[in-house]
C-alpha cells in the first residue's frame, strides 16, 4: 500500500467517527421524565467515586 492510498484510508476512517460529543443531559432527563421520575422518590445519596480515597472518603462522610 502507498503512502498515499494509506492516506486516503485513514482519512476514511477518520470521516466515521463523531466530531463532536453531546455533553448535555437532554436524552437521559426525557428518559427519566418517561419513566416518571423515579429519582425524586429516591432518598438523598452521595455517590463517591474516584482512583484512590473512596473508603477513607466514605469513613469521612460518615464520621
Known amino acids: 500500500m502507498t503512502t498515499l492510498a494509506a492516506d486516503r484510508e485513514i482519512e476514511a476512517l477518520m470521516a466515521l467517527h463523531p466530531k463532536g460529543f453531546d455533553l448535555s443531559l437532554d436524552r437521559i432527563s426525557r428518559l427519566l421524565e418517561r419513566l416518571d421520575d ?5 432518598p438523598p445519596v452521595i455517590h463517591i467515586a474516584g482512583t484512590n480515597g473512596k473508603g477513607s472518603c466514605a469513613a469521612f462522610s460518615r464520621a
Open 38 to 42: 423515579p429519582q425524586d422518590r429516591l
